[in-house]
T-cell receptor, first 112, second 112 residues
Framework: SAVISQKPSRDICQRGTSLTIQCQVD?????MFWYRQQPGQSLTLIAT?????????ESGFVIDKFPISRPNLTFSTLTVSNMSPEDSSIYLC?????????FGPGTRLTVL | KQEVTQIPAALSVPEGENLVLNCSFT??????LQWFRQDPGKGLTSLLL?????REQTSGRLNASLDKSSGRSTLYIAASQPGDSATYLC???????????FGKGNQVVVIP
């Protein structure tokens, strides 16, 4: 299995600011994924991050709002830009390996 | 796009009872189906992965069945314990093998 860590585990931010979330995997992976879970809702895929190329965003998500970096095969960042209270969610990083999906512990973001 | 529904949304059972959690999905052309557990405010823990060629998968007190043709999966938890209290999420891939569509979850409370 893959072991995934995320930083920060939680944060409280002011409206209009940005937060960068880090995701570290203990093995090299081709694809990393970023999901969002709004309160009371299911997980929704934001984007897929491949090393060496632009991230692929799902419908409803744009690069200006959620810029993603993927500098190597074990690391990725997701930035939540110009935050509003609607961005309050749990953000989860995941990887595909051994024919199944593994998830990080999540970053709980509250925007005031 | 794949739509995933989980019923019931929430349930409470006395300790020792068996749990039956249902998941349905709209597109039966899936590679696999995965059940996760999520504790409040936390990330996801993979419980069981069923390949499309399998009809069921077992791990300890957990058993998951898959009826691909009817678009359904059921997670059985035998002899429930208070530690089983959590939200259980069902997920299936869409647009390939590694983007996941999630249901909203079955929120379970096991009463001592």
């Amino acid at each position: 299995s893959a072991v995934i860590s995320q930083k920060p585990s939680r944060d409280i931010c002011q409206r209009g600011t940005s937060l960068t979330i880090q995701c570290q995997v203990d093995s090299q992976v081709t694809m990393m994924f970023w999901y969002r879970q709004q309160p009371g809702q299911s997980l929704t895929l934001i984007a897929t991050a491949n090393q060496g190329s632009e991230a692929t965003y799902e419908s409803g998500f744009v690069i200006d709002k959620f810029p993603i970096s993927r500098p190597n095969l074990t690391f990725s960042t997701l930035t939540v830009s110009n935050m509003s209270p609607e961005d309050s969610s749990i953000y989860l990083c995941s990887v595909w390996g051994y024919n199944e999906q593994f998830f990080g512990p999540g970053t709980r973001l509250t925007v005031l | 796009k794949q739509e995933v529904t989980q019923i019931p949304a929430a349930l409470s059972v006395p300790e020792g009872e068996n749990l039956v959690l249902n998941c349905s999905f709209t597109d039966s052309a899936i590679y696999n189906l995965q059940w996760f557990r999520q504790d409040p405010g936390k990330g996801l823990t993979s419980l069981l992965l069923i390949q499309s060629s399998q009809r069921e998968q077992t791990s300890g007190r957990l058993n998951a069945s898959l009826d691909k043709s009817s678009g359904r999966s059921t997670l059985y938890i035998a002899a429930s314990q208070p530690g089983d209290s959590a939200t259980y999420l069902c997920a299936v891939p869409y647009y390939g093998n590694n983007r996941l569509a999630f249901g909203k979850g079955n929120q379970v409370v096991v009463i001592p």
